[in-house]
């Protein structure tokens, strides 16, 4: 397109010439020239295509020269000759390029050559043209071809002017060069003046060319888009032109220009039908998306039926990304929702993501259904989004079975690395107070992986010990020694809350023992356990032992064990001293107790106090 008239026309020469010679048996050249002439380096080097023929092709003069006679020779040499030639096609023009200026090719008669192959062939069988009337030799369409007579030049001016149907259109490049730079300069409100001066003529080659040129200003793309619709009614809005504008607006992020081309884009479908298409629609919700513009991006998809589109899987997914950026989750689902019915899914990539987007929004169970519909079409989003699924799943408790479903679908592979997705089966299914089910999926893991550790198990004893099973929860805890693996802190206390809640203090007691065998420094929580458990059992002295135990074991007592243990001995034990002592000891440690229950000692102790006055 950049090309001038002048450079398009001589390599539309050139193609024509090797097309000649490459794809057609070439006529036999007359003689009306000497060789004598033509070998004579007096010669200028503008000589006769025909002759230089010859010199190239001595062998091929030689059996015409000496059988001339024979209509048959004539045939059998000229058809191994022109199989030379046409295999040496681009050779012979390489080497006669330098030497003979080529004024113009009829585009018609080359083009014609393989529709008119077989009448050719049967001329020259016959000799006629070959060795007849030497004004039909082939002397004299050679000098035509050479000087460009005849048909040529008209051709060749339609050719370049454009004019009459199915020609190529040639781009002033002067003229454009001038609307670029004007284009790609910061302007005031006088571009349209300018344009008006510029004299230009809109075709559409030319408004493409203008459009994909990088560096032009999108507000000024948009304002010449506009001139172009007002001032030239030559300027045809067509498709192509369309997405060429997009394309270019679209490559710089700009929320002034996105928006004005939208309203553009609107403007263009209320006047032009069969204009818009899908993918310059789905370029503006995918610019809207980037923008992070997810309102504007849903009233571009709401606008596909005004404009005569359907939407197809990549305006499906663009509409989903722009609105779950901006966390419109709601409406995204019920785009996904649409899609779902049209069966329409992107590749896998996408699909885990939408998936991703919609557990992100808390609709786990809408993404499982674009998983089912995946599973169908035997697509296989990425395992990190099934992971993140399954683990959304698990969060509520009606869901819970589903993320078990899924989890008979891992490849043995991926299996073997699926621990976070099955630790979050198996603390919903303890949730959901189903710890017989979670005990069988333990059960499960053990033998066909991915192998349980201590999270697993701590999550399996710690249901059991909230149901009040105890015997199921130590059995599980020597499971998990079984497999060596290191009964844990956390492990320990589970346990001791199970027993401390049922009133089994001694036992409670046993299993301490143990935990501080194993493990130097225990935790507070642990302690605080066993504080709660004698207060509920008003035995408070061997409560208070066992926070001095505390220090001594290098455990610091927190605000919880000093405010339970407060609580119990004013509430219960009227032991308003004792509290104060504790209370002593916090302001020591910089430990604050709350006011509720700081008051709780002033009160228990004025009412002694009054008791004993009355009393």
């Not at 036999?28 to 007096?42: D, G, I, N, Y």
């Not at 006088?190 to 004299?199: A, P, Q, R, T």
């Amino acid at each position: 397109m950049w090309r001038s008239v002048v450079a398009r026309a001589a390599l539309s020469r050139r193609e024509g010439a090797r097309s000649f010679c490459k794809s057609q048996n070439p006529k036999v050249p007359s003689f009306s020239k000497t060789l004598t002439q033509a070998e004579s380096p007096h010669l200028s080097t503008r000589v006769s295509p025909n002759t230089y023929f010859l010199l190239q092709n001595p062998r091929f003069f030689s059996q015409i020269s000496t059988n001339h006679s024979d209509s048959d020779s004539h045939l059998s040499e000229a058809e191994q000759s022109s199989e030379g030639f046409a295999d040496n096609g681009d050779t012979r023009l390489e080497n006669f390029a330098p030497d003979v200026e080529i004024h113009g090719v009829v585009d018609q008669d080359y083009v014609g050559f393989d529709d008119n192959r077989d009448a050719q062939l049967d001329s020259f069988a016959s000799g006629d043209g070959v060795f007849g009337n030497p004004e039909q030799s082939n002397d004299a369409k050679w000098d035509s071809f050479a000087t460009g007579e005849g048909s040529g030049d008209a051709h060749m001016e339609t050719f370049g002017s454009g004019d009459g149907e199915g020609q190529v259109y040639e781009i002033d490049v002067e003229q454009l060069e001038n609307l670029l730079s004007l284009l790609q300069s910061t302007v005031d409100g006088s571009l349209e003046s300018s344009l008006d001066g510029m004299g230009l003529t809109l075709h559409e080659e030319f408004v493409v060319k203008v459009l994909e040129t990088r560096l032009v200003l999108g507000e000024n793309m948009i304002r010449f888009f506009k001139w172009g619709m007002k001032e030239k009614p030559e300027f045809k809005i067509t498709s192509c032109v369309v997405d060429a504008l997009v394309r270019g607006i679209c490559c710089d992020l700009k929320k002034k220009d996105a928006y004005a081309l939208w309203d553009l884009i609107k403007e263009i479908g209320e006047k032009e039908n069969g204009v818009l298409n899908v993918e310059a629609l789905n370029d503006l919700i995918g610019l809207f998306s980037k923008l992070g513009k997810g309102k504007a991006a849903l009233e571009v998809f709401n606008s596909f039926g005004d404009f005569g589109c359907v939407p197809n899987v990549d305006t499906y997914y663009f509409t989903i990304e722009a609105l779950s950026r901006r966390s419109f989750f709601d409406w995204a689902l019920c785009i996904c929702e649409k899609m779902l019915e049209a069966g329409s899914l992107p590749e896998n990539e996408k699909v885990g993501k939408i998936i991703s987007w919609l557990c992100k929004g808390r609709k786990a169970k809408d993404a499982h259904s674009v998983y089912l519909l995946a599973k169908e079409k035997n697509q296989y989003p990425p395992q990190s989004s099934v992971n993140f699924l399954i683990s959304s799943l698990c969060r509520e408790d009606k869901t819970v079975e589903l993320a078990l479903e899924m989890l008979d679908n891992f490849p043995e592979e991926a299996r073997k690395y699926a621990i976070k997705p099955f630790s979050a089966v198996i603390r919903g299914l303890c949730r959901m107070r189903d710890v017989d089910g979670a005990k069988r999926l333990l059960s499960k893991m053990i033998v066909e992986g991915p192998p349980p550790g201590n999270a697993v198990f701590n999550s399996i004893i710690n249901g059991y010990s909230k149901a009040g099973d105890l015997g199921e929860a130590m059995q599980i805890k020597k499971l998990m020694e079984s497999r060596g693996l290191k009964p844990d802190v956390y492990t320990y206390t589970v346990i001791l809350s199970g027993y401390a809640n049922g009133g089994q203090m001694e036992e409670a007691c046993k299993v301490l023992s143990e935990a501080k065998k194993n493990h130097p420094t225990l935790s507070p929580v642990t302690y605080h356990t066993l504080i709660r458990g004698y207060c509920k059992l008003e035995e408070f002295n061997k409560a208070l032992e066992l926070l001095g135990e505390m220090k001594d074991f290098g455990v610091q007592p927190n605000v919880d064990e000093y405010n339970k243990l407060i609580q119990s001995l004013c509430l219960k034990a009227l032991d308003w001293e004792t509290a104060e002592k504790l209370l002593e000891e916090m302001k020591e440690k910089g430990l604050h107790l709350n006011g509720i229950t700081g008051g709780l000692i002033r009160a228990v102790k004025e009412m002694e106090e009054e008791e004993l006055l009355l009393g």
